[in-house]
């Protein structure tokens, strides 16, 4: 079967032409094949003249998170290979849909006082599950690796080239002892062995990028400063889209960190925010407040426990209670649901392997992903600097070669990495205006009103030949476009930097502002018209907004 008669139906999300989306029947539970579900994929046809046999076949992590949003972009990563996405069974794009909203409504309540009861609530969701006749035991990651391997037979691809990120590192791992003839190579970013106990590192993990971060004191500062008086921070529950006044605490920080620090750019800006927070500048926990409920949504939760609690859970010792509400609550979903206990499968592959790790990752650091490359027979591993978790989605580099390798996964000669400032954020005045601002656009009101009146007071001022007012209009004008300029080219390094301040150019071009106020000021002295006197007043009232507010 070639993929353009794979059983198309609509895709579920835009793609690129030549594009197929379908669903594989397989069962829930092989070992009880009676009930079937649905795995949804998409098919990429390569048109490239040296289109090479061998497609790349991708998976993203979670557990539960989608994989077909990103054909489009693999496509133009792999413009020679057919591109094949496939999802999780249970995952957004298959059926069924094993979310579990109740469970992430519970762990967003982590942060009100006092705090859900996770177990609680992931009972109320399996009941449901087991209602619409779901079996929890046919989700883990044994089953989603016999499903890959069932697509390509499917598809009819003798063989391809397994890409797997995170959690479907092990998937992926999986497919390739068990289909050994079907695959050329193998690709991991950021590799999670089956040999390691996440739950139980997950802490030192942290605390590891903390350090290699340099704000391990700073770090711990912060989290006792927060334990002892926690603050009250308004954010938005995603599910009811209602506001509620959260209670974070140090600890609370310290787990949303984890995930956040997931993303090179905010790795790149934690250390100035960390800071800022152990120093008391608590408006800046809005944004990460506001971050935790878009991640509990972003992925299937009923999927995601219902691995964890067969592939992971029960293989972490829980010697000393976690800092981190996640950790704790996945153990708490794990004890209400009493999944059985997965057989541990030890995977292992001849095919090549290229093992890629982020400097910056607290999930899966090359603290393990390293030594477990290396106890692979034919894979090479290879760490990214300034790069956190899925270092394919940030780093160019990383990216180019993936690609090297697949076209030789035999050669292991690969050119270097060419510095770029990709992601850095330079030097920062940390307030948290900008990012009330993205949230309340009208908040920037003062700033637009002074640029508009700048410039209206350089035309009008330069055409009745008022030299001094016209002046306080150009240094106005010009103040405004330097600070559009710089944080405009820092949102394009970096735009998470914008949740902890600006450039700390725009604070040295407050002189210029000042010198505007001063210049509007004097020109009153001469002209006391209305419009001038507009002018000043709209330049002393933006100087207190910029220097008491913004600033």
């Not at 697509?151 to 050994?180: C, H, I, Q």
């Not at 903390?210 to 711990?220: N, S």
């Amino acid at each position: 079967m070639t993929p353009s008669d794979a059983g198309p139906s609509a895709c579920p999300v835009a793609m690129p032409p030549r594009t197929t989306c379908g669903f594989l029947e397989v069962p829930e539970r092989r070992d009880a094949p009676e009930r079937k579900i649905k795995v949804g994929y998409a098919v990429h046809a390569s048109t490239a003249k040296d289109r090479k046999p061998d497609p790349v076949v991708y998976m993203s992590g979670g557990p539960g998170s989608a994989s077909m949003q990103l054909t489009g972009f693999l496509s133009q990563m792999f413009p020679d290979r057919d591109v094949v996405t496939i999802e999780q069974r249970g995952s957004k794009y298959s059926e069924p849909v094993l979310g579990c909203p109740e469970t992430a409504e519970a762990l967003l309540g982590q942060l009100r006082r006092p705090p859900a009861d996770v177990g609680a609530a992931a009972g109320r969701c399996r009941q449901r599950l087991q209602e619409q006749g779901v079996d929890l035991r046919g989700y883990n990651t044994k089953e989603i690796a016999a499903d890959v391997v069932a697509l390509r037979e499917k598809l009819g691809y003798d063989s391809w080239n397994l890409f797997g990120v995170s959690y479907s590192t092990r998937v992926m791992m999986d497919v390739a002892a068990a289909d050994p003839k079907g695959v050329r190579s193998v690709v991991l970013d950021s590799y999670l062995p089956e040999s390691v106990n996440w739950y139980d590192d997950a802490d030192r993990n942290l605390a590891d990028t903390a350090a290699r971060l340099d704000m391990k004191d700073a770090f711990e500062a912060m989290t006792a400063r927060l334990n002892a008086a926690p603050a009250q921070v308004t954010t938005t529950d995603p599910l009811l889209g209602k506001a509620f006044a959260a209670r974070i605490g140090g600890d609370d920080v310290a787990t949303i960190m984890a995930e956040a620090l997931h993303e090179a750019d905010f790795a790149a800006v934690a250390p100035a925010m960390v800071g800022a927070l152990a120093k008391g500048h608590d408006e800046l926990l809005r944004a990460l407040a506001d971050a935790v409920g878009g991640g509990l949504v972003s992925h299937e939760l009923g999927l995601y426990h219902a691995v964890q609690c067969q592939d992971e859970v029960p293989f972490n010792t829980y010697a000393t209670k976690s800092r981190l509400f996640t950790v704790n609550g996945d153990k708490a979903v794990c004890d209400a649901w009493q999944l059985p206990k997965s057989k541990p499968v030890n995977a292992t592959t001849k095919a090549p392997v290229y093992v890629l790790g982020g400097q910056y990752d607290p999930t899966t650091p090359t603290r393990t992903a390293k030594p477990a490359a290396e106890a692979l027979p034919d894979a090479r591993f290879e760490e990214f600097p300034r790069a956190s978790h899925a270092v394919f989605l940030t780093s160019a580099c990383a990216r180019r070669k993936i690609v090297e390798f697949l076209d030789d996964p035999k050669d292991d000669t690969t050119s270097p990495c060419a510095d770029d400032d990709t992601g850095r954020a330079g030097d920062l005045h940390v307030t948290g205006a900008p990012y009330q601002i993205s949230k309340s656009p009208w908040l920037a009101a003062p700033f637009a009103l002074f640029a508009l009146v700048s410039l209206i007071q350089l035309v009008a001022a330069a055409l009745k030949g008022r030299a001094l007012a016209a002046f306080g209009g150009l240094t106005g004008v010009a103040f405004a476009g330097l600070v559009g300029q710089s944080v405009y080219a820092l949102a394009s390094r970096n735009e998470t930097a914008l949740a902890v301040g600006v450039p700390g150019t725009a604070v040295v071009y407050t002189w210029i502002a000042a010198a505007s106020a001063a210049l509007t000021a004097a020109a009153l002295l001469r002209d006391r018209r209305w419009p001038q006197i507009a002018a000043a007043a709209v330049g002393a009232g933006f100087l207190v907004w910029w220097l008491a507010w913004f600033l």
